[in-house]
C-alpha cells in the first residue's frame, strides 16, 4: 500500500474513533439525566428558597392527596349544607393498607383543617381512629360551596399534609378576599396584629396581642399543648402551613408566631386561642413582597 493511501486509511480511522467516542458520551449524559434522581431537598429548596419561578409542591402544603407514599381516601366529598353529616377518610400507604400507626403531634394523631375556598368559613376538628383505620368525625358546613379539607399528621417523626375537596351543596356566592388590616374581633376580644414587613426572602414574625374592653386578657388556656395556634393559606392555592408559637413571652396575653412564607403574595391566616374553656378563632389577611 502506498504511503499516501496508509495515511488517508489511518485518518478516517481517527475520525471514526472520534464520532464514535462522542456519540457515547451524548448518549451517556441523556441516561444520566433521565434516571439520576433529584436530591429529596431540592424540591423544598424550590419552594421555599427559589422565589422567582413557580412554587413546587411539597410533603406539607396540602395541595396534593398524594405525598411521601401516603394517600388520602375519603369516604364522601358531599354535605348539605347547614345540616351534619359525617366525614370519613383513611389515609393508606403505597401498598394500599391503611395507616393505623400516627404520633401524637400538638395532643392529637390528626389534625384536620377545613376551609371554604373564598376563606369565609374555617373549622379545625379531630376525627376519631377506628380498629379498621378508619378516621371519622361529625361535621356541618355551615354555608353552600367548595371547601378544602386538610389532613394534619405525622409518622415515625415526619409530618404531611394532605388534601382533597368537599362541597356543600347549595347557591355558592363567594366573598371578597377581606384587606390587611391591624386588629381583627372576636366574641369580644380584640386580636392586635403586628405582621408589617413580611417578606418571602426572610423569616416571617406575626405578633398577636389579644385584649378585651381594652385590658389585657391575662387567663389564656393552652389550646393543642400551646399558647395559641395558627393557620396559614397562600390565597392563590391554598397552599397550607402550620405554624407553632414561639417560644412563651412574659406577656401573658402575646402569641407569636415565626416562620418561612414559600412565595409573595396574599395570605389568609386563622388564630385559634382558648380563655375560659373555649376556643375562639380570629381570621386576618396579610400581604408578603
Known amino acids: 500500500?502506498?504511503?499516501?493511501?496508509?495515511?488517508?486509511?489511518?485518518?478516517?480511522?481517527?475520525?471514526?474513533?472520534?464520532?464514535l467516542a462522542l456519540a457515547?458520551?451524548?448518549g451517556l449524559g441523556k441516561r444520566s439525566a433521565a434516571s439520576d434522581p433529584v436530591p429529596a431537598g431540592r424540591a423544598a429548596q424550590g419552594e421555599h428558597g427559589d422565589h422567582g419561578g413557580a412554587p413546587k409542591p411539597t410533603e406539607t402544603d396540602g395541595?396534593?392527596?398524594?405525598?411521601?407514599?401516603?394517600?388520602?381516601?375519603?369516604?364522601?366529598?358531599?354535605?348539605?349544607?347547614?345540616?351534619?353529616?359525617?366525614?370519613?377518610?383513611?389515609?393508606?400507604?403505597?401498598r394500599g393498607a391503611a395507616v393505623r400507626r400516627f404520633d401524637v403531634e400538638?395532643?392529637?394523631?390528626?389534625?384536620?383543617?377545613?376551609?371554604?375556598?373564598?376563606?369565609?368559613?374555617?373549622?379545625?376538628?379531630?376525627?376519631?381512629?377506628?380498629?379498621?383505620?378508619?378516621?371519622?368525625?361529625?361535621?356541618?358546613?355551615?354555608?353552600?360551596?367548595?371547601?378544602?379539607?386538610?389532613?394534619?399528621?405525622?409518622?415515625?417523626?415526619?409530618?404531611?399534609?394532605?388534601?382533597?375537596?368537599?362541597?356543600?351543596?347549595?347557591?355558592?356566592r363567594p366573598r371578597p378576599f377581606p384587606a390587611p388590616a391591624e386588629a381583627t374581633s372576636v366574641d369580644g376580644y380584640d386580636v392586635a396584629i403586628a405582621a408589617s414587613g413580611l417578606s418571602a426572602r426572610a423569616a416571617?414574625?406575626?405578633?398577636l396581642t389579644i385584649t378585651k374592653g381594652g385590658l389585657a386578657v391575662t387567663n389564656l388556656g393552652r389550646y393543642l399543648g400551646a399558647k395559641g395556634h395558627l393557620v396559614v393559606l397562600r390565597r392563590r392555592d391554598m397552599s397550607y402551613l402550620h405554624v407553632h408559637p414561639s417560644a412563651a413571652g412574659t406577656d401573658?396575653?402575646?402569641?407569636?408566631?415565626?416562620?418561612?412564607?414559600?412565595?409573595?403574595?396574599?395570605?389568609?391566616?386563622f388564630f385559634q386561642f382558648r380563655v375560659g374553656g373555649r376556643v375562639r378563632t380570629a381570621p386576618f389577611t396579610f400581604g408578603a413582597s
Not at 368559613?121 to 355551615?142: I, K, N
Open 204 to 207: 416571617s414574625q406575626i405578633r
Open 252 to 269: 401573658p396575653n402575646v402569641v407569636e408566631f415565626a416562620f418561612d412564607l414559600p412565595s409573595a403574595g396574599a395570605y389568609a391566616a
Open 63 to 94: 395541595r396534593k392527596r398524594s405525598a411521601g407514599g401516603y394517600t388520602l381516601v375519603d369516604r364522601r366529598t358531599s354535605f348539605r349544607s347547614g345540616r351534619r353529616g359525617t366525614l370519613a377518610f383513611v389515609i393508606r400507604d403505597k
Open 24 to 26: 457515547a458520551g451524548a
Open 106 to 172: 400538638q395532643d392529637k394523631r390528626m389534625h384536620v383543617v377545613i376551609v371554604r375556598r373564598d376563606f369565609a368559613a374555617y373549622q379545625h376538628v379531630h376525627p376519631e381512629l377506628a380498629r379498621s383505620g378508619a378516621w371519622s368525625t361529625p361535621l356541618a358546613l355551615s354555608e353552600p360551596g367548595p371547601y378544602r379539607l386538610f389532613a394534619d399528621f405525622t409518622i415515625s417523626g415526619e409530618r404531611y399534609v394532605l388534601g382533597a375537596d368537599l362541597e356543600a351543596v347549595g347557591p355558592y
Open 1 to 19: 500500500m502506498s504511503r499516501a493511501r496508509r495515511g488517508g486509511s489511518l485518518a478516517a480511522a481517527a475520525v471514526l474513533i472520534v464520532a
